[in-house]
């Protein structure tokens, strides 16, 4: 079996657990395969799809239409764990989905995507297990598609998948994993506060391999990697900056603090752009 069939079956797989399997699956046979020798079927037809496979339940809505509850209601905390849990449900779509549809990048590339899949699968099992000591399971809460909405705007160009997946999207969760458990470290539970240190460090990693690929691309095509992405938030409406910002940890991934103070300050002009924007519309 090549590595491709391999994937769009993980990729495809309605189940949950059969998801994660297949995905750790696809990384031992990438492990156990020498270098410049998996079969990636270059030639194969990449198959279009609208939406990865996922389980009747969660039921999906959009991100508004989600239910808040009380964080320190156990029903609350529960749809918390619940959300994590479906952020990595949803993030091993997205590995599996970039090293299943962009095979003809270098091998490295679907090595590391491959990888990364089989990371979220752990981190989803782990958290999954967290929900469960409370009583619930994965899908009892509703949920959104945002993750995966971007996966599908970006599936016929590898450079703004890797621009606007892993260096905003996935990039967002180093900023606000640390001030989620400090909350949940003050309800005492020491055991989801190891699960998300496992994610938190193995995030920073992944948000690398983004930021690796995405300059390996622009280098490729002649762009110029700070204002292309710039053009790319601007263009889809997106910032980095919302809250607290960890620049520690997005420099651990790659970003330069030149970067991201450039960043900054565009984020900045965009808000008074739209503010101005509004007061004009007022008057």
């Not at 990384?27 to 020798?37: E, L």
């Not at 003809?104 to 089989?118: G, H, K, M, N, Q």
């Not at 959104?144 to 703004?160: Q, R, V």
């Not at 996935?170 to 005492?188: C, H, N, W």
Request: some cysteine.
């Amino acid at each position: 079996m090549s590595i491709a069939v391999l994937l769009e079956s993980a990729l495809l797989s309605c189940q949950p657990a059969e998801k994660c399997t297949l995905s750790i699956e696809a990384q031992q046979m990438c492990a156990q395969t020498p270098a410049n020798a998996l079969q990636r079927d270059e030639c194969a037809v990449i198959k279009d799809f609208r939406f990865a496979g996922h389980p009747v339940k969660p039921e999906l809505v959009s991100p508004d239409k989600v239910i808040s509850r009380k964080f320190t209601t156990a029903e609350g905390y529960a749809a918390l764990l619940h959300a994590v849990c479906h952020i990595e449900f949803n993030a091993i779509n997205l590995a599996l989905d970039a090293a299943y549809r962009f095979r003809l990048l270098p091998e490295e590339f679907t090595r590391d995507w491959v990888r990364i899949a089989a990371e979220e699968a752990h981190h989803f099992q782990l958290m999954r297990q967290r929900l469960q000591t409370l009583g619930y399971d994965y899908g009892d809460f509703s949920a959104h598609n945002h993750l995966w909405d971007m996966a599908y705007k970006t599936a016929f160009d590898p450079l703004l998948r890797m621009a606007l997946v892993p260096r905003v999207l996935e990039a967002r969760g180093l900023d606000v994993t640390p001030g989620m458990r400090a909350k949940i470290a003050q309800k005492g539970d020491d055991a989801t506060c190891a699960v998300l240190d496992i994610i938190y460090h193995d995030e920073v990693g992944h948000v690398q391999v983004g930021n690796y690929w995405y300059q390996y691309l622009c280098r490729l095509r002649g762009l110029e990697p700070l204002a292309l992405f710039r053009r790319l938030l601007s263009r889809y409406d997106l910032f980095i900056f919302r809250g607290y910002v960890n620049i520690d940890a997005r420099e651990q991934a790659g970003f330069s603090r030149f970067e991201l103070e450039m960043l900054e300050n565009f984020e900045q002009n965009r808000q008074s752009d739209i503010h101005n924007w509004r007061l004009a519309l007022q008057n």
